[in-house]
């Protein structure tokens, strides 16, 4: 049995003048709820204002909360922020969280939104308006419910907002992956980044991956992953500037399982970076992630696992 988190506020309308394809999640949903009873649902709760100010600077939440975001940031978000748009923004955190609790219980869970790393403290960037990655991530470890955690970021774009809002704590280490050459033009600096040229494919890229995480895992010793999953490094992407196949994304998460298995660290997912018009195809990708992960990760004894 695999632990999904999804909340009914992730499949919205989409606003006016958003290139973003909204359809997504809710595809997501619908591919995992085929599953049947192989997959566990939790819908989490909207994340605390209190929970989004201790990494976002609280004028920006009340922007955000309030559907009042000023022109500039709606432009560096993406799209404008509507009051649906607003109640997403608390889904999704809140959904992380949860996976990241359920995770240190069964293993493994995901959240099928999420991975919204380009969100800064005064704005959002890049289709991600409240980073819930470092907000997790905070909380965390400011309730004491680990010593340590490790954001690990695989989507093709470097992890910048994530790695600004933990730097300089030691209980929060940022590893990204990336294209170097691509969004965005002007990189943050996480604990390790390793910057890929255009075109690296299967090999290069997990070649790279295995050299530099599983050291980075072992100088860290993090209590517990959250993992930034983008499919977006796939050779079709409309974002992306990489070159993995399927069989590909499929060996980097089979390898990502395999170490945090090794070191016994539970892994929560989330879904990150997936572009273009081929919305179900793109779900495809993001669901054979979250069933790569947890056939491999969710403890198996009926017993550890419940509802």
Known sequence: MIHV????????????????????????????????????WTEPELIPPGWLEAVHDPDYVAEV????????????????????????????PGGTWVAAMLALKHGFAANTAGGSHHALATTGAGYCVFNDLAVAAVRLVEQGVVGRVAIIDCDVHQGDGTAALTAGRADIMTYSIHAEKNFPARKARS????????????????????????????????DIILYQAGVDPFVDDRLGRLALTQAGLIARETLIADLALDRGLPLASTV???????????????VTAILTLGEKLSRRNPATIEA
């Open 5 to 40: 988190v999804h909340h009914p506020a992730y499949v919205t309308e989409a606003p006016a003048r958003s290139t973003y394809r909204w359809g997504k999640n809710g595809a997501i949903r619908d591919l995992l709820c085929a599953r049947g009873d192989a997959v566990v």
């Open 191 to 222: 604990t390790l980044d390793v910057g890929l040229p255009d075109g690296v494919d299967d090999a290069g890229y997990l070649a790279q991956l295995e050299a530099t995480l599983a050291p980075f895992l072992d100088e860290h010793r993090p």
């Open 272 to 286: 990150g970076g997936g572009y273009g018009d081929d919305v179900l195809a793109i779900a495809e990708r993001h």
């Open 65 to 92: 909360l309030e559907a009042r975001v000023p022109p500039d940031k709606t432009r560096r978000i993406g799209f404008p922020i509507t009051e649906q748009v607003a109640h997403r923004a608390r889904a999704v």
